[in-house]
């Protein structure tokens, strides 16, 4: 090891992605720690009720998703409440509420993993692909100063040699979706997203990579997937960090 790296590990604080101990010296290129790194290896694996397949192989996706159009959906792991505390969740959980490069980067990294096979099956390259967030309220932008997904969708798409375009459009007003019942939840995402008219050609005939941190009945991302439909895309990939095991399976 050189003096100068070995002084990096001395001076600069790493801290795990999930639950923010300090990394040791020998863990100073890790994310997680190694009680978090185990938990999020077998949370990648956990099967699937419906199709038995690991979280990152699953293609079931929410009815609504299906019936919008989308192509696929795509987790890192399986999401629930109930687990709040499980490091997986800790991670999604600061990613929400902390700006930080090295997270982002991280979930993007695992993100850019699943979407080589997607590709091959459609027989596109990922330099054509075009990289677009869920965007986050304009209430939550303004408290928390940025859009997680946002932040992944910009990493995602240095990583692929893609192009990052925020296209879908927040409207002012809109009602916070915690409070809603899943069908106004949809008319309020519905009313309060656009793509605008000089944005639709770049999007027309296009291959999208729609990302959000969470889908859990995917409604947001149902809205915004017939928003790119609309606007011409050729087809849209949906990319989650984690997808709510019971309230997405299709029946
Ligand atoms: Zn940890
Ligand atoms: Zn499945």
């Given at each position: 090891?050189?003096?100068?790296?070995?002084?990096?590990?001395?001076?600069?604080?790493?801290?795990?992605?999930?639950?923010?101990?300090?990394?040791?010296?020998?863990?100073?290129?890790?994310?997680?720690?190694?009680?978090?790194?185990l938990?999020w290896q077998s949370?990648k694996?956990?099967?699937?009720?419906?199709?038995?397949?690991?979280?990152?192989?699953?293609?079931?996706?929410?009815?609504?998703?299906?019936?919008?159009?989308?192509?696929?959906?795509?987790?890192?792991?399986?999401?629930?409440?109930?687990?709040?505390?499980?490091?997986?969740?800790?991670?999604?959980?600061?990613?929400?509420?902390?700006?930080?490069?090295?997270?982002?980067?991280?979930?993007?990294?695992?993100?850019?993993?699943?979407?080589?096979?997607?590709?091959?099956?459609?027989?596109?390259?990922?330099?054509?692909?075009?990289?677009?967030?869920?965007?986050?309220?304009?209430?939550?932008?303004?408290?928390?100063?940025?859009?997680?997904?946002?932040?992944?969708?910009?990493?995602?798409?240095?990583?692929?040699?893609?192009?990052?375009?925020?296209?879908?459009?927040?409207?002012?007003?809109?009602?916070?979706?915690?409070?809603?019942?899943?069908?106004?939840?949809?008319?309020?995402?519905?009313?309060?997203?656009?793509?605008?008219?000089?944005?639709?050609?770049?999007?027309?005939?296009?291959?999208?990579?729609?990302?959000?941190?969470?889908?859990?009945?995917?409604?947001?991302?149902?809205?915004?997937?017939?928003?790119?439909?609309?606007?011409?895309?050729?087809?849209?990939?949906?990319?989650?960090?984690?997808?709510?095991?019971?309230?997405?399976?299709?029946?």
């Open positions: 090891m050189s003096a100068w790296e070995y002084i990096r590990r001395i001076v600069a604080v790493r801290k795990c992605v999930s639950c923010r101990a300090i990394l040791r010296y020998d863990d100073f290129d890790e994310s997680f720690c190694p009680t978090c790194k938990a949370a694996v956990e099967n699937c009720p419906e199709c038995y397949k690991a979280a990152t192989e699953c293609t079931c996706m929410p009815k609504q998703l299906s019936s919008a159009g989308a192509l696929t959906l795509r987790r890192l792991f399986f999401y629930s409440p109930k687990r709040e505390n499980e490091p997986q969740n800790k991670l999604i959980y600061f990613l929400k509420h902390h700006k930080n490069a090295r997270a982002s980067r991280f979930v993007a990294s695992q993100l850019a993993k699943l979407i080589p096979s997607e590709l091959d099956t459609l027989g596109i390259d990922k330099s054509e692909l075009l990289v677009v967030n869920i965007p986050r309220g304009r209430t939550a932008v303004l408290n928390y100063g940025f859009d997680q997904a946002a932040e992944i969708s910009r990493e995602l798409a240095k990583i692929l040699g893609a192009s990052y375009l925020p296209v879908i459009r927040r409207r002012r007003g809109g009602r916070e979706q915690k409070k809603l019942s899943a069908v106004e939840r949809k008319k309020n995402i519905k009313d309060s997203t656009y793509i605008k008219e000089s944005d639709k050609e770049r999007v027309s005939g296009r291959y999208i990579l729609l990302v959000d941190d969470i889908v859990t009945t995917g409604a947001s991302m149902s809205v915004s997937l017939a928003h790119l439909r609309r606007a011409g895309a050729k087809g849209v990939i949906c990319l989650a960090v984690a997808s709510d095991l019971k309230k997405e399976i299709e029946k």
